[in-house]
């Protein structure tokens, strides 16, 4: 089916393991965000690309470390994790342009303890 | 500095009513506005958008918006209210400072509707 994949679905790590959160989106989508949800803060954006081998920083990169080297992947690296990035993590996708909605993913709950 | 601001965490109506969930935003130049929900363990969707145009915008389950450029408002409304409308909802503007598509989200306000 088509649609954005995120996984997995739930995850917990430990203090300073590295972790990789993927997505996959089948739209083949120039676009591809990853978001932070947390209480109080709305989404935050955290990295964005506009093509495969293009990334940029969002407004909350520090920790996180993106790669896009396939247009419909957009896997999401905590290098080290810490208690703070524990969070709901949304990936979407969008065809590009200003007034095109974003796509999103449903979402993984990373809990670092 | 582009912001979007929802003014209550919460709303409560009951089934049938009119409801109204408030935002209003800031941006340089024109203003492209967007409206989400998310159910519970659930992804965002897009329910609405305002581009240009008319001033109140149609969007899914018979949500409509209403944009009002003097008071930078943009509110999210529906003639009466269903039980499962119960959500989160989240405003959003487009970045402007750049032509990626970015959103930037206000911090949601829980509907809660009762029957």
């Known amino acids: 089916d088509a649609g954005i994949t995120q996984s997995p679905r739930y995850k917990i790590t430990e203090t300073g393991r590295q972790v990789t959160l993927m997505c996959h989106q089948t739209?083949?989508?120039?676009?591809m965000f990853w978001y932070r949800q947390d209480l109080g803060h709305g989404l935050r954006l955290i990295y964005y690309s506009a093509a495969a081998d293009i990334t940029d920083k969002g407004e909350v990169p520090d920790g996180y470390v993106v790669s896009r080297s396939k247009t419909e992947n957009f896997p999401l690296t905590l290098e080290s994790a810490t208690r703070s990035q524990t969070s709901v993590y949304f990936c979407a996708s969008s065809d590009g342009g200003e007034i095109s909605p974003l796509h999103f993913g449903n979402g993984t709950r990373l809990t670092v303890t | 500095a582009q912001s979007v601001a929802q003014p209550e965490d919460q709303v409560n109506v009951a089934e049938g009513n009119p409801l109204t969930v408030k935002c209003t935003y800031s941006v340089s130049g024109n203003p492209y506005l967007f409206w989400y929900v998310q159910y519970p363990n659930r992804g965002l969707q897009f329910l609405l958008k305002?581009?240009?145009?008319?001033?109140l915008v149609k969007g899914s389950y018979g949500f409509e918006a209403e944009f009002n450029k003097s008071q930078t408002s943009f509110h999210l409304k529906k003639p009466s209210a269903l039980v499962s409308d119960s959500a989160l909802y989240f405003c959003?503007?487009?970045?402007?400072?750049?032509?990626?598509?970015?959103?930037?989200f206000g911090q949601g306000t829980t509907l809660q509707v009762k029957p």
């Open positions: 739209w083949s989508h120039s676009y």
């Open positions: 959003a503007v487009r970045d402007s400072s750049s032509n990626t598509g970015k959103l930037i």
């Open positions: 305002y581009i240009t145009g008319d001033n």
